[in-house]
């Protein structure tokens, strides 16, 4: 019988199908799933941040990161005998959940999340296959590597699949 692996805030795990693995309240961070479509291993990372450069006492929690939680979800992957070179992503998230009025949006952290999940990918070579990123809501997912099937939920809102 499969299991269904929960993944907390700023957190990463892995699965091997038929497993799936999930994370709620996706806002302003971002679900990242990966998958190997031969072993079908898979992983989903909630990061909360796009750089831990920019964050003193950043390496006590490297899944809180875009650019290190990527990485070390790909190592654990391959650990399980997934190869990057066929590792595919999809994305979820990057709300922006708050807006003040009058301010500049300097601080759109979902944008910027976002934004620093794909260039990690690109810099890994890893391609983004779908992503369903901004608007103004939260959202909850859960994915599934035996397919790549990435499931979307939001309140008051279809779910979708990408």
Known sequence: ??????????????????DGITTLGLGSC????????????GGLAHIMLPDST???NSQQNIAKFADTGIEELVRRME?????????????AGGATMFS??????TM???????????????????????????????????FYPENGDFYIKAVGKSETVI
Not at 31 to 41: C, E, F, K, N, Y
Not at 79 to 91: D, E, H, M, N
Not at 111 to 126: P, Y
């Open 1 to 18: 019988m499969s299991e269904i692996i929960k993944v907390g805030m700023a957190d990463l795990k892995t699965c091997v199908s038929p």
């Open 108 to 142: 759109q952290v979902g944008d910027r999340n976002v934004e620093a999940t794909k260039q990690k990918l690109s810099q890994m070579g890893i391609p983004l296959l779908a992503e369903d990123t901004g608007a103004n809501y939260g959202r909850t997912v859960v």
């Open 79 to 91: 650990s399980l005998g997934a190869r990057r070179s066929r590792i595919v992503a999809k994305i």
């Open 54 to 56: 920019a964050i003193r």
């Open 100 to 105: 003040f009025q009058g301010r500049p949006n």
């Open 30 to 41: 971002v679900g990242i799933a990966l998958r190997d479509p031969v072993t079908r291993v």
